[in-house]
């Protein structure tokens, strides 16, 4: 059976990506700027019934991503392919009611690790389940409120807080109620509760309401130079006795305002329990960035990004950033080897388009421990590198990405990504201290 519906979601794929190449007309570009939008053709009934279909499969290629070791081969020191299929219907009865339902089947095909989700790594498999199935309420424009409950995607900012993590086969969604203030020239607030839900490999999905993750997160348009957002953040978890709260703000120029200038920047505080020990901790980022007037658009951004560590575990208070549910992959090298706690990291960023179907970008990154008394944490803030080593040098290494996006059809992607980690001295003070290698090749299709 599970051979049979691989094979099935692999063929759909290939039957919707190379039919379209293969016949003339049938492969609608995409569209220019202010160009008339080819219709949806699984939109029915003038929107009111819309079906949505994604298929994204990624060939991925590691090498010493996870212990930094050449010497010692390991399960993660391997290739496999992933794929995922979601399928989605839409009913919007009438402007201010709609009832969405997607379902997912996620798999890791070709690996020797263990198909069981997150262990030792392993993206794992999830058969069909149901990923989002909420009703909405109200559209803020009749009314200015509107409500939002049901299995739903979080997401706030630039995702270093809170997002579906969706490089991540599985991805994340949430058991949540939102209610909406929809206020005038762009402001809203919006107010949630929320459990995050937690794959299962044989059984439904099920979010664990032992912990609540709750907030209130608002969008101020600031000047007419700016996208403002302030946020009040509450999770309690009794699985890891986390009692805390996290206040900050997100600040993001708006496009042009300022020429070919831009920035972004994020400052966030914690206070409360985490894992027992009284928690006080910080995190930021800034980035500024130019673009130039040629063609192809080319880009130079410089990003310093910062979340505090723990200098002494044993004091009963600890200041180890608690990244809550981020998508770190956006962030901080595309190897996943670190999350936004016990962490310097610098970086330049180099982009440009030079096809109006293609782009690409460098980033390279220079990672510091914020302190060596404390656990250098991978993306996913919870999984530990190394043990603490406080006589360590606190410099990691640094990472090389480049990336390629082409899209040569409107729905339908193609991506290819290498990276290369340059190991620093701490990994050398603290046992094998190997280079490492990441090579992926994805295909995106997504009507």
Not at 83 to 95: C, E, F, I, Y
Not at 254 to 273: C, R
Request: hydrophobic share 40%.
């Amino acid at each position: 059976m599970k051979t049979t519906l691989i094979s099935s979601l692999v063929a759909v794929h290939l039957l919707l990506t190379i039919v379209p190449a293969g016949r003339a007309g049938t492969c609608p570009p995409v569209a220019a700027p202010h160009a008339v939008v080819t219709p949806n053709p699984l939109s029915l009934a003038e929107g009111r019934v819309v079906f949505s279909f994604e298929d994204q499969n990624r060939f991925e290629f590691r090498d010493n991503n996870f212990d930094f070791n050449s010497g010692l081969g390991t399960i993660n020191d391997d290739s496999w392919l992933l794929n995922r299929a979601r399928v989605g219907l839409q009913l919007k009865p009438t402007d201010w009611l709609t009832f969405f339902a997607q379902g997912q089947d996620s798999r890791e095909i070709g690996s020797d690790r263990a198909d069981i989700p997150g262990l030792l790594g392993a993206e794992g498999d999830n058969p069909f389940d149901l990923r989002q199935a909420y009703v909405e309420i109200g559209d803020g424009k009749s009314f200015p409120l509107s409500f939002k409950a049901g299995r739903q995607v979080l997401l706030y900012g630039d995702q270093r807080l809170i997002g579906p993590l969706d490089w991540n086969n599985i991805s994340r969604t949430f058991d949540a109620a939102k209610i909406r203030w929809h206020g005038p020239d762009g402001i809203w607030v919006d107010a949630f509760t929320s459990s995050v839900v937690v794959p299962s490999q044989g059984g439904f999905d099920e979010s664990d309401w032992d912990s609540i993750f709750s907030g209130i997160y608002a969008h101020i348009p600031t000047f007419k130079t700016q996208d403002t957002e302030i946020y009040a953040l509450h999770l309690s978890d009794d699985n890891r006795n986390d009692d805390l709260v996290t206040l900050g703000t997100h600040w993001k120029s708006l496009p042009g305002v300022l020429g070919p200038w831009d920035y972004e920047t994020e400052f966030a505080f914690q206070a409360g329990d985490a894992g027992g020990k009284s928690l006080r901790a910080f995190a930021s980022y800034v980035e500024a960035g130019y673009t130039l007037g040629a063609a192809w658009k080319p880009r130079v951004g410089l990003e310093y990004s910062y979340g505090s560590g723990d200098g002494d575990p044993a004091d009963g208070t600890t200041h180890s950033f608690q990244n809550l549910y981020p998508t770190n992959h956006l962030h901080y090298g595309l190897m996943d080897a670190f999350s936004w706690s016990n962490l310097h990291d610098a970086v330049l960023h180099l982009s440009a388009k030079p096809a109006k179907t293609v782009t690409a970008g460098m980033d390279l990154h220079f990672f510091w421990l914020a302190d060596t008394a404390d656990t250098w944490r991978r993306a996913n803030a919870a999984t530990a590198v190394r043990l603490a080593s406080p006589a360590a040098s606190n410099y990691a290494g640094a990472e090389l990405d480049l990336l390629t996006s082409w899209t040569p059809c409107a729905g339908f992607t193609l991506t290819a990504g290498y990276s290369h980690f340059f190991a620093g001295s701490y990994l050398s003070d603290t046992g094998a201290g190997s280079d490492a290698d990441f090579v992926y090749l994805m295909t995106g299709l997504k009507f």
